[in-house]
């Protein structure tokens, strides 16, 4: 019996690491949306302020990106001002 010939590809660190963080990153958002989830289903006053929070979020994520790069670093300079 003929064994195969295993084709090797050249991968970069970089392509490695970014595989790395998805994984992590997915796994973590998971985590996270089901404890957002338990929270909401034990505290109804937190399940309405997460989402007005996120409509909020929504709401200057649409704005951020109908803006000029000019305008967007203008709005996060003027927001800075408050943090």
Do not use: C, W
Request: aromatic letters at 8%; a positive charge.
């Amino acid at each position: 019996m003929a064994k195969k010939k295993i084709k090797y590809v050249k991968v970069s660190e970089g392509i490695v690491d970014k595989l790395i963080h998805k994984v992590f990153d997915a796994a973590l958002k998971k985590q996270y949306k089901g404890v957002l989830k338990k929270l909401s289903k034990q505290d109804p006053k937190f399940a309405k302020d997460y989402k007005i929070m996120m409509k909020a979020a929504d709401s200057m994520e649409k704005t951020l990106k109908n803006m000029s790069p000019d305008e967007r670093e203008e709005y996060k300079a003027d927001l800075m001002k408050y943090v």
